[in-house]
T-cell receptor
Framework: GAVVSQHPSRVICKSGTSVKIECRSLDFQATTMFWYRQFPKKSLMLMAT?????????EQGVEKDKFLINHASLTLSTLTVTSAHPEDSSFYIC?????????????FGPGTRLLVL | GIQVEQSPPDLILQEGANSTLRCNFSDSVNNLQWFHQNPWGQLINLFYIPSGTKQNGRLSATTVATERYSLLYISSSQTTDSGVYFC??????????FGAGTTVTVRA
C-alpha cells in the first residue's frame, strides 16, 4: 500500500515552454501533497505544500507564478513549470500524506527528471 | 526552521561490514524519519522513529530525542544498500526538513 506515482519520469523540453508533472496517490486519498526539488548530489528542498481544494502554500524564495500547483482531487496534484529555463532543470519529487495519524508519514513518488535545453 | 545535520557525508563499505550513520537535529521534533534514496532517485521510508529503537531486518534505528540525535545502523551490508540515506525531522506544521544525506557505497 501507500504507492505514489509521478508522470512523466523524465522530460526534455525547449526553453520557454511549459511542462506539467503529475503526482498521484494510487491506493489512498491524500489530503496533502508536497513538492520537492533536488539538485545533483544535494538534499531535497521543499517547494510547496498542496492541500486538496485550496491554494498551495509556497516556501520562501519559490516563485508561485513560475511553479503552478493544482491539487484538484484527493489523488492528484500537478506541478506546472511555466516558461521553463535551463536553470529549472532538476529532479522534482512529490510526496503524499493522509490527514489521519497527524501526517506521520509522507510517501514519495519516484521523481521526475526535467531537462530544459 | 529545524537544522538537520548528518554524518559522515560519504561512506565506503566492503560487503558484509557494519556501519552507523548519525543525524543531529537542532530542536525538539515531532517526528524523525530515515529514508533511503536508491540510485534511480526513489525515496523509500525506512523508519518513522520519534524516539526509541526499531529494527527491520539488517537495519535498525535509535532516536534519543532528549539529546537530539538519531542513529541508523546497517549490519552485514550488501551492494543493494548503496545509495543516499537521509534523515528528516517533522515540525508542528508537518513539513519535513531533510539533512544533507550520507552517500553509502557498498563494494562487493
Amino acid at each position: 500500500g501507500a504507492v505514489v506515482s509521478q508522470h512523466p519520469s523524465r522530460v526534455i523540453c525547449k526553453s520557454g515552454t511549459s511542462v506539467k508533472i503529475e503526482c498521484r496517490s494510487l491506493d489512498f486519498q491524500a489530503t496533502t501533497m508536497f513538492w520537492y526539488r533536488q539538485f545533483p548530489k544535494k538534499s531535497l528542498m521543499l517547494m510547496a505544500t498542496s492541500n486538496e481544494g485550496s491554494k498551495a502554500t509556497y516556501e520562501q524564495g519559490v516563485e508561485k507564478d513560475k511553479f503552478l500547483i493544482n491539487h484538484a482531487s484527493l489523488t492528484l496534484s500537478t506541478l506546472t513549470v511555466t516558461s521553463a529555463h535551463p536553470e529549472d532543470s532538476s529532479f522534482y519529487i512529490c510526496s503524499a500524506a493522509t490527514s489521519g495519524g497527524a501526517l506521520e508519514t509522507q510517501y514519495f513518488g519516484p521523481g521526475t527528471r526535467l531537462l530544459v535545453l | 526552521g529545524i537544522q538537520v545535520e548528518q554524518s559522515p557525508p560519504d561512506l565506503i563499505l566492503q560487503e558484509g561490514a557494519n556501519s552507523t550513520l548519525r543525524c543531529n537535529f537542532s530542536d525538539s521534533v515531532n517526528n524523525l524519519q530515515w529514508f533511503h534514496q536508491n540510485p534511480w532517485g526513489q525515496l523509500i521510508n525506512l523508519f518513522y522513529i520519534p524516539s526509541g529503537t526499531k529494527q527491520n531486518g539488517r537495519l535498525s534505528a535509535t532516536t534519543v530525542a532528549t539529546e537530539r540525535y538519531s542513529l541508523l545502523y546497517i549490519s552485514s551490508s550488501q551492494t543493494t544498500d548503496s545509495g543516499v540515506y537521509f534523515c528528516a525531522s517533522r515540525s508542528n506544521d508537518y513539513k519535513l526538513s531533510f539533512g544533507a544525506g550520507t552517500t553509502v557505497t557498498v563494494r562487493a
